[in-house]
């Protein structure tokens, strides 16, 4: 998957504990993208961030839960007082560039993350 | 509101035969549309993409079709493999604020 790095890849939590997810982006790409995918469900988009910004946060649940993508370091995607609803696959996508029409800009997905909430 | 829907959550389709999958879309301003490809517990793949300026865009045995009056887009697989059989998202891509919505996937099963 061309070199987006997500860890961890399998993450259990008891409920009511924090989940923190990690995504590297492939080298040079400064757009981050996290994407949900619920059990028998497509993937639905959560958050566009770019270096220190978040561009777009519509599709994230306006309670529980953030995402940051500081100037160093990876970008973190994190879960307060899970419940059992949160177990979900949750991917991140990086670009080199945003979605301004650019030709052939495309996103590369990471493995993705399985949140397990017990 | 969802962007896109892809009506069908399967397919399938006997080894050798042709694997359509339909993708249909509500914003024109969409400059790009996007298929993924995705098996389980893996990330999605890139898979074709067309311009929204094109009607159809072939990179070996996938091709896409863009029907823009009908805001419809589709993509064939001929001939179809059992290694095809995945979740197949179509995606657009577009100018408003970065996000891609992907449709709800179609899964294809293609038999030996």
């Known amino acids: 998957n061309a070199g987006v790095m997500q860890n961890p890849r399998h993450l259990v939590r008891r409920r009511g504990q924090e989940a923190r997810l990690r995504c590297s982006p492939m080298k040079g790409h400064s757009h981050v993208y996290w994407y949900r995918q619920l059990p028998e469900e497509g993937l639905k988009f959560m958050v566009y961030l770019q270096k220190e910004n978040i561009i777009d946060e519509s599709g994230m649940p306006k309670e529980r839960f953030s995402a940051e993508f500081p100037k160093e370091g990876p970008s973190i995607l994190r879960i307060q007082q899970v419940v059992r609803g949160d177990s979900a696959a949750y991917f991140c996508?990086?670009?080199?560039?945003?979605?301004?029409?650019?030709?052939?800009?495309?996103?590369?997905f990471g493995e993705g993350s399985w949140l397990t909430v017990v | 509101d969802q962007q896109v829907k892809q009506n069908s959550p399967s397919l399938s389709v006997q080894e050798g035969r042709i694997s359509i999958l339909n993708c249909d879309y509500t914003n024109s301003m969409f400059d790009y549309f996007l298929w993924y490809k995705k098996y389980p517990a893996e990330g999605p793949t890139f898979l074709i993409s067309i311009s929204s300026i094109k009607d159809k865009n072939e990179d070996g045995r996938f091709t896409v079709f863009l029907n823009k009056s009908a805001k419809h887009l589709s993509l064939h697989i001929v001939p179809s493999q059992p290694g095809d059989s995945a979740v197949y998202f179509c995606?657009?891509?577009?100018?408003?604020?970065?996000?891609?919505?992907f449709g709800d996937g179609t899964t294809l099963t293609v038999k030996p």
């Open positions: 995606a657009p891509w577009g100018t408003n604020a970065g996000k891609s919505t």
């Open positions: 996508a990086s670009s080199l560039a945003g979605t301004g029409g650019i030709a052939g800009n495309t996103i590369y």
